[in-house]
């Protein structure tokens, strides 16, 4: 009688093991499904876009390997932008990027720009006359800040993997209701002399990280198209 009771203890707890076991696979295999296109998927914005003006310079494309890990925000931005619009200011066309959930975001790049999904999800890749602008989600350590993560990762990395990495500024400001912190630095790629400019934009989960890289002759005159992409970003519920 007690054996027989062992094994139906023994039965009852190995089909709640599997039980277990299977829903933990469920979720675990739900949470890492992406619903993001493909690297190098063309994607189409909310709508229309009204004419851009920006200095026209030869098509150039960069490749910086540098780390990109994401950062866990401080304050949450609980402002949700409006899907029905089209366009926003500036010539501007408007993505929404829905990858993950928590980190839903709308972003407006230059309506000349041919705008690709990027390797992972949450990322784009917008390719201007200009330069190039992309977005992508980062998450940073539970121990410490997106400002000490860009300080003692980020722009460490940076000045490691690219040659002649030089600051030029790193200021504190603010993107809609986020704080957000601005890296602007030189390099060369190769024989060319090039600027790159980082927004690290907290938020309600991941952070943002908005990156524009240009030839250093160009750099300058494009601060009024990165202004109004900064501008544009808004995490969206």
Known sequence: MNFRLSNSRLFILAAGIVAVVTFSLYNFMDSITSNSPEAGTKISPVGAASTVSNPATESIGVNNNSSNSSAKPNVQDTTS??????????????FENRDKQENYYSI??????????????GS???????????????????DTNVQ???LTHDEP???LS???????????????????????????NGTSDMESARTYIE???????????????VFANSEPVMTAVRESFRWIG
């Not at 000349?112 to 992972?120: I, Q, R, S, Y």
């Not at 784009?124 to 539970?142: E, F």
Request: without cysteine.
């Open 108 to 121: 407006g790049f230059p309506a000349e720009a041919t705008v690709l999904h990027g390797d992972k999800a």
């Open 162 to 188: 690219l040659k002649d990495y030089a600051q030029v500024s790193f200021k504190q400001l603010a993107v809609g209701q986020n704080r957000a912190w601005n890296l602007v630095y030189t390099w060369k």
């Open 124 to 142: 784009y890749v917008a390719n201007i006359k200009d330069g190039v602008i992309a977005s992508r989600l980062q998450d940073i350590p539970d």
């Open 203 to 217: 938020g309600p989960d991941e952070a943002m990280l908005i990156a524009f890289t240009a030839p250093t002759q």
């Open 148 to 150: 000490l993560y860009i």
């Open 81 to 94: 932008s409006a899907s029905s619009t089209a366009t926003v200011n500036n010539g501007l066309n408007l």
């Open 157 to 159: 990395q940076l000045r």
